[in-house]
């Protein structure tokens, strides 16, 4: 059994701001070793639960941020920036299932340091269907016909995953007092809940189904003013809907769709002045 583990930061155990998650600042050096004893505690989890192979995927801002000299020697990893799939890059149909470690929820939303990849997009739809980080990455998966086993995070990222993926296992590491606040469980007691969760999700797997997305989807980024929906709508192929800051693409694929959105984000990223 091959499994495939997309690992962001915003929900590992016992982060509740910026400040564990921007590489220049103070609290990130801790926050990636967390990071990766908690990426640890999965694989060690899935091997033991027969699983062959598991490769780790970095999904964090430049995507460095996984410590390999401390991480499981039989996993294996993808890391850096620039990746054609960014948070699922690597993911293919050869894999049994996904697992979404450490993630959050949408822009907008309740959630420790809540947002959709980057603080200028308001919201995100795909064929109306309004989704975050977790919605976008499943139908990857589920494209691939891959079922996503697994999300750990917060209680309101729990709430997300559950709303979208019947059946679908969820590991609550910390509870969101609000954007930058949590109580969360230490990072022993994370790791033994998330090895459990872990093991519990593959033996559920049969009772879970990939998140089927759209043919021919219409993907939406509503960004949170003009400034950017500009830029992003620089991208051929995109318009603004008139009187909106939404710019949308016709996308043949999910996967054209996902690439499309991940250079509309980064467009939008030039804006200077919000």
């Avoid at 809540?114 to 990857?140: P, W």
Wanted: proline share 5%; hydrophobic share 40%.
């Amino acid at each position: 059994m091959k499994l495939y583990l997309s690992v962001d930061m915003e929900g590992i155990t016992g982060l509740p701001d910026y400040t564990y998650v921007s590489a220049s600042l103070h609290n990130y050096e801790r926050a990636r070793k967390i990071m990766t004893d908690e990426t640890n505690y999965v694989v060690d989890a899935a091997f033991e639960s027969e699983c062959e192979e598991v490769l780790v995927n970095d999904s964090h801002m430049k995507m460095n941020n996984i410590l390999i000299d401390r991480l499981h020697p039989d996993a294996q990893l993808i890391t850096g920036d620039v990746k054609t799939y960014s948070m699922v890059h690597g993911l293919d149909p050869s894999y049994d299932g996904a697992m979404f470690i450490g993630y959050h929820t949408r822009a907008g939303m309740p959630g420790v340091m809540s947002h959709s990849m980057i603080h200028m997009v308001r919201n995100f739809y795909v064929n109306d269907m309004q989704v975050g980080e977790i919605g976008m990455n499943a139908m990857v998966a589920g494209f691939h016909g891959v079922p996503v086993l697994l999300v750990s995070g917060d209680d309101e990222t729990a709430k997300e995953a559950e709303a979208l993926i019947p059946n679908i296992t969820t590991a609550v590491v910390k509870e969101a007092i609000s954007r930058s606040a949590t109580k969360s469980l230490t990072p022993k007691k994370a790791g033994e809940l998330l090895q459990e969760k872990v093991k519990q999700a593959l033996a559920n797997k049969v009772n879970v189904k990939p998140l089927t997305p759209p043919d021919n989807p219409l993907i939406q980024v509503e960004f949170v003013n003009y400034g950017a929906a500009e830029w992003a709508s620089m991208m051929p192929g995109t318009r603004i809907l008139p009187g909106t800051t939404i710019v949308e693409y016709q996308a043949k694929d999910i996967l054209e769709a996902y690439r499309a959105l991940l250079v509309m984000v980064e467009l939008a990223y030039n804006t200077k002045y919000a």
